[in-house]
């Protein structure tokens, strides 16, 4: 008990509900509010895993608010079209046998792995998980898959107790009539090396590396949302009352001058617009109207969209109020958001990529692929010995165009940087050279090539070698 005499100490920690509700405190402890249970952790989980009823509440919110909140809406379909949309997600192979395989796999028409992106990441966004059912042929070692509700998998087991290596999904099933299914989950074979197994699952957005299931993208500003869509609901239900207009009429005298003035008037009716209410100076109107508070609520929204904002990585212009701020605070806002959304990105790819990896992998399985296959580097031209399954590569559309001008200036400053210091014996001119190279390769992409150097060069020659590796960059989908 805190004395009287000490000053109170302003909370500034989650209350106890909320830390029941995520799991942080180690053990879990807390009520079960299903059946009651207290303490309860399932064995061989982490000590801090998110209870499945807050998971399964998380889900059902983030799908209720993506079909019904605007601003949710715009959120999940930000990162959609910037993850997987424009010029969309593109399979490449390095092998010539390994790309025919892949592309019958994305392309079977019923898999349609290309067409569907949109619609699958928009769903692992929303339930924080992925689960497909692979569907192999025995003899044939074509695959094809079915997604699997996340809510359906009530169990995952985990190998030699690593919460990184899920090995097992327990399905519940689907009427009374049925029983559990177990599932086993694909992974490297220690002994083939090649990709097995029933099912894919994979749950990104996990708070520690001990957690073993994922929780939605929405969770962290699921309140906010809806704290968002309040206020502004308010000040809507608020506005059709200011357009509620009425009269404070005052008459000079005693109730039965009150009355006679209602019985003269012919009731207590406002004036028909565009009338002429006629009265002497014993009678005074004055008009009565509602306040709609809208300047208190837009500065309210305005704060918890901030908050929304910050908890989804994107900018605030992005979302709305693109007048609040100017083109140079915009820009600046660019690069950490892009930042977020290409971490989203490179999720997502890795995914596609292990998915069509299994396929080649159950190819080779199938005698239908040699195990180890010749690659060709679509950046250097080298050729080199692989696994069939590393031929595959999955890329993305590029999250923010790169601005020419800035690139161009970049490279100018250091160019005049680099030639300051040498006339300054700084540095010596192959120190120079050097990060020329290196500047080279990261804007072209490409390593630098040895005949390009030297001062018998021609800039035609040079000017052509940039040209043509821009455009093998573009064929291959190399630019970024």
């Known amino acids: 008990m805190r004395s009287w005499l000490r000053p109170a100490r302003r909370i500034v920690e989650a209350t106890s509900e909320q830390v029941v509700a995520t799991g942080s405190m180690l053990g879990t402890w807390g009520t079960d509010p299903v059946d009651g249970d207290t303490g309860y952790r399932s064995a061989g989980r982490g000590s801090r895993e998110v209870p499945y009823w807050t998971r399964e509440k998380a889900r059902a919110y983030s799908v209720t608010a993506y079909r019904s909140n605007p601003m949710a809406t715009a959120i999940i379909d930000t990162y959609v079209a910037f993850c997987v949309g ?74 030699a107790g690593n919460p990184l290596w899920p090995s097992k999904a327990i399905l519940a099933p689907l009427s009374s009539e049925e029983e559990d299914r177990e599932l086993s989950l694909v992974t490297v074979s220690d002994d083939t090396e090649l990709r097995e197994g029933q099912a894919m699952f994979w749950a990104p957005w996990r708070t520690l590396d001990t957690d073993i299931r994922g929780m939605p993208f929405l969770t962290p500003i699921l309140d906010w949302l809806d704290n968002y869509d309040l206020v502004l609901s308010n000040l809507i239900d608020r506005t059709a009352i200011m357009r509620y207009f009425a009269f404070d009429v005052t008459v000079e005298g005693d109730q039965k001058d009150v009355d006679d003035f209602v019985t003269a008037r012919g009731g207590t009716h406002a004036p028909p617009s565009g009338s002429i209410e006629v009265h002497n100076e014993t009678v005074k109107w004055g008009a009565l109207n509602a306040q709609t508070g809208a300047a208190e609520d ?156 030297g001062s018998d060069a021609n800039p035609d020659d040079i000017a052509s070698e940039v040209e043509e590796a821009h455009l093998r960059l573009v064929k291959t989908g190399g630019v970024r």
């Open 86 to 159: 424009a010029s969309g997600v593109k399979l490449q192979c390095t092998n010539p046998d390994v790309d025919v395989v892949a592309r019958q796999f994305w392309d079977d028409p019923a898999n349609r792995l290309g067409h569907i992106q949109e619609l699958s990441l928009r769903s692992q966004l929303l339930l924080g998980e992925k689960f497909y059912e692979m569907l192999e042929g025995k003899q044939s070692g074509v695959v094809r898959f079915a997604p699997v509700d996340p809510s359906l998998v009530k169990d995952v087991k985990i190998r």
């Open 298 to 453: 837009v500065q309210a929204n305005s704060a918890v969209l901030t908050s929304i904002a910050s908890g989804a990585g994107l900018a605030k212009t992005w979302l709305s109020e693109p007048d609040g701020a100017n083109r140079a605070t915009s820009q600046s806002m660019a690069e950490p958001v892009r930042r977020r959304v290409g971490g989203v990105q490179n999720v997502w790819l890795y995914q596609q990529t292990e998915l069509v990896r299994f396929a080649v992998d159950r190819a080779v399985a199938a005698k239908r692929l040699p195990a180890m296959v010749q690659a060709t580097d679509p950046r250097t031209g080298e050729k080199t010995e692989i696994p069939a399954s590393q031929a595959v590569m999955v890329t993305g559309p590029e999250i923010a165009a790169a601005d020419a001008a800035i690139t161009a200036q970049v490279l100018l400053n250091l160019a005049t940087g680099l030639q300051t210091l040498v006339d300054a014996q700084i540095i010596e001119p192959e120190a120079a050279k050097l990060a020329g190279r290196k500047a080279w390769e990261d804007f072209m992409g490409v390593p630098y090539r040895a005949e390009l150097s």
